[in-house]
């Protein structure tokens, strides 16, 4: 039927429909069901072939949960590698579980599964030449120059001499030993750091921030000036750098928008390969591990930066056993690569705490870099926890952007380091609030309620916690504190708040004298001078001098001097002493020392 529309066969059988790629199945089968019955089995068959050799798709994620398990030493049986597929939701791969079922129950002794392991490396590379041999066919259909087909078949003989020597025999565990001379020859502590200073080659870090703080608009400028030869933060431009940057979390749109303001654009991207909701398996298993460094390698990336990397997790966010399977499965592949890797990651609901989840997703990073946004354009990059220590520790930055319309201007958008002598403080930012509080005069103590109405009628829009803010800071700015530990002065609610800030007026402290009504009951301690009495006094001479204590009559009851009013009108008791009065302390007995009650 000519209004059939064909099926396109694979690459690797364009000889003919009926063909298919060179493989062994039931060799694949063996060492399938060897595997999930043996550790030993695995670790042997693992020394010969890896997952790229296996060409049937539910044997590979057999291998794959196998891989996992030992990583992980979990005991191996048919059926805890079901449900590790199942929990993988890989059950569909494997027939539902059926190809475990039969591979599982009716296999070989595990001491054989390295001689059918060798016969699958053997197949394997066959089919690699095979689909050479087709790309080259493909090509030269294509009308490709000779030099194509040279670079094709180099590539092709680059990695099958790579494959030899890490994917066979020991060779690729004992690359990991450290040869002594070259080691000690090489300074580390001269590391050039890459564009920005925010991490060295083959370093990992993690930028941490709120929803609203823009980590991707500061990592994609930083990566795609990277990619291009361009300086970022004022570091001085360094060659181009190939950059993968994978992305599970904005719109192609929005993509498109971005790039184009900060100066992208066709022909104008550089080393930048960019990866949206590519379809790879979580990156805490060793499926997902091995799609993104096909990736890495794909694009011969140096950088690799996974955005968001809650978004590329099956296990919970919560549990340290999924940042401890991340880390073994992608980025210690990276690492070992001496490829550098960025994760963005959301901030906690406790921002102090850093970023949200398990603990142990800090523990394998070079550096933790949290970002802050404060108004105005106005941000911060603060490194939160450091293993080399090399670099700055933080950036006081300011993004630059400008809009016609809903439409953000092409080259107009860039994050630039904010110099305090030279740049004045953002409009909105706290450091401009402080600015227009002080022209306001008011002083460095003025508590929130003055603040909010002095800022109100001068029509200063600010938010609540912009003018806590900025209110703190004055007051530590005249006590000396330090502006990054807000106090908590004594009886207050909130921090740098004093108690006559609350309610907007000062309570002035009333200080009765005694022998008047607010004066406490009790003993009373030592008076305050009486009232000077201006009768007598001329203008221009000073107030009469405090009366002489010591000559003073004594109170009856409490035996201390007694003056004022009372003494003036004929009193011999101070008023709280008064047994007519109230309460008063008990009267001594002059000569037996014994008190009595007050009648």
């Known amino acids: 039927m000519d209004n059939?529309?064909?099926?396109?066969?694979?690459?690797?059988?364009?000889?003919g429909l009926t063909r298919t790629a060179p493989h062994d199945a039931e060799a694949e089968d063996y060492v399938a069901g060897a595997i999930m019955n043996d550790r030993t089995a695995y670790l042997e068959c693992a020394r010969?072939?890896?997952?790229?050799?296996?060409?049937?798709?539910?044997?590979?994620?057999?291998?794959?949960?196998?891989?996992?398990?030992?990583?992980?030493?979990?005991?191996?049986?048919?059926?805890?590698?079901?449900?590790?597929?199942?929990?993988?939701?890989?059950?569909?791969?494997?027939?539902?579980?059926?190809?475990?079922?039969?591979?599982?129950?009716?296999?070989?002794?595990?001491?054989?599964?390295?001689?059918?392991a060798e016969r699958v490396a053997d197949i394997a590379r066959i089919r690699r030449h095979d689909e050479h041999a087709n790309q080259l066919k493909a090509k030269v259909l294509a009308g490709a120059t000779a030099e194509e087909l040279d670079k094709l078949t180099d590539t092709?003989?680059?990695?099958?001499?790579?494959?030899?020597?890490?994917g066979q025999g020991p060779a690729h565990l004992t690359s990991a030993f450290v040869d002594w001379d070259p080691f000690f020859a090489t300074d580390f502590g001269s590391i050039q750091l890459l564009p920005g200073q925010l991490l060295a080659p083959g370093q990992q870090i993690t930028v941490v921030g709120d929803g609203k703080a823009g980590k991707s608009l500061l990592v994609q400028e930083w990566l795609w000036r990277a990619a291009t030869g361009q300086s970022f933060l004022g570091d001085r431009p360094q060659p181009p750098i190939s950059v993968l940057y994978v992305d599970?979390?904005?719109?192609q749109q929005d993509i498109q928008e971005r790039f184009l303001s900060y100066g992208g654009g066709p022909g104008r991207m550089g080393l930048l390969t960019y990866a949206s909701f590519p379809p790879i398996r979580p990156l805490d298993t060793a499926g997902g591990g091995a799609d993104l460094l096909a990736m890495v390698g794909e694009a011969e990336a140096q950088i690799v930066?996974?955005?968001?990397?809650?978004?590329?997790?099956?296990?919970?966010?919560?549990?340290?056993?999924?940042?401890?399977a991340l880390y073994r499965h992608t980025l210690l592949p990276l690492k070992r690569a001496g490829i550098a890797s960025i994760r963005l990651d959301h901030m906690g609901k406790d921002g102090e705490r850093g970023a949200r989840g398990s603990s142990a997703?800090?523990?394998?990073?070079?550096?933790?870099?949290?970002?802050?946004?404060?108004?105005?354009?106005?941000?911060?990059?603060?490194?939160?926890?450091?293993?080399?220590?090399?670099?700055?520790?933080?950036?006081?930055?300011?993004?630059?952007?400008r809009r016609d319309g809903n439409r953000y201007l092409p080259g107009a958008t860039r994050h630039v380091l904010m110099e305090h002598e030279n740049l004045a403080p953002a409009e909105g930012s706290v450091d401009w609030l402080i600015a227009q509080i002080d022209r306001l005069g008011l002083p460095d103590d003025a508590g929130?309620?003055?603040?909010?109405?002095a800022l109100a009628n001068a029509n200063i829009p600010a938010r609540k916690e912009k003018i806590e803010a900025a209110v703190r800071t004055r007051k530590n700015r005249t006590n000396g504190v330090p502006r990054e530990v807000p106090p908590t002065l004594p009886e207050t609610g909130s921090p740098g708040e004093s108690p006559n800030d609350q309610g907007g007026t000062e309570k002035p402290q009333v200080k009765h004298s005694p022998g008047t009504p607010g004066e406490p009951t009790g003993n009373p301690g030592s008076p305050p001078p009486p009232p000077s009495n201006k009768r007598g006094v001329g203008e221009g001479e000073g107030p009469p001098d405090?009366?002489?204590?010591?000559?003073?009559?004594?109170?009856?009851?409490?035996?201390?001097?007694?003056?004022?009013?009372?003494?003036?009108?004929?009193?011999?008791?101070?008023?709280?002493?008064?047994?007519?009065?109230?309460?008063?302390?008990d009267r001594p007995d002059h000569g037996t020392g014994q008190h009595h009650g007050a009648a």
């Not at 599970?248 to 719109?251: D, I, L, Q, R």
């Not at 955005?307 to 549990?319: L, Q, Y």
């Not at 949290?370 to 990059?381: C, P, S």
Request: aromatic share 6%.
């Open 361 to 401: 997703k800090t523990q394998d990073v070079d550096h933790v870099w949290e970002l802050r946004a404060h108004g105005g354009g106005t941000l911060t990059l603060k490194r939160t926890h450091t293993r080399t220590g090399i670099g700055p520790d933080a950036f006081t930055l300011l993004r630059h952007s």
């Open 156 to 166: 092709h003989r680059q990695q099958e001499e790579r494959r030899n020597t890490l």
């Open 248 to 251: 599970a979390e904005n719109g």
């Open 48 to 116: 010969l072939i890896t997952r790229e050799d296996i060409y049937q798709p539910g044997h590979r994620a057999i291998w794959d949960a196998v891989t996992g398990m030992v990583a992980e030493n979990k005991q191996l049986h048919p059926v805890t590698v079901r449900a590790e597929l199942e929990k993988q939701k890989r059950l569909r791969e494997v027939d539902g579980g059926t190809l475990i079922q039969r591979l599982g129950y009716e296999t070989i002794p595990g001491v054989m599964a390295a001689a059918f």
């Open 448 to 453: 929130n309620p003055r603040t909010k109405a």
């Open 305 to 324: 930066c996974l955005d968001t990397v809650s978004r590329f997790i099956s296990g919970p966010e919560n549990d340290a056993d999924t940042w401890l």
């Open 546 to 585: 405090a009366p002489d204590t010591t000559e003073a009559p004594l109170c009856t009851v409490c035996d201390k001097p007694l003056y004022g009013y009372r003494l003036d009108r004929g009193y011999d008791t101070h008023l709280g002493c008064d047994p007519e009065t109230g309460s008063h302390p």
């Open 4 to 15: 059939v529309r064909r099926i396109p066969h694979p690459t690797a059988d364009q000889d």
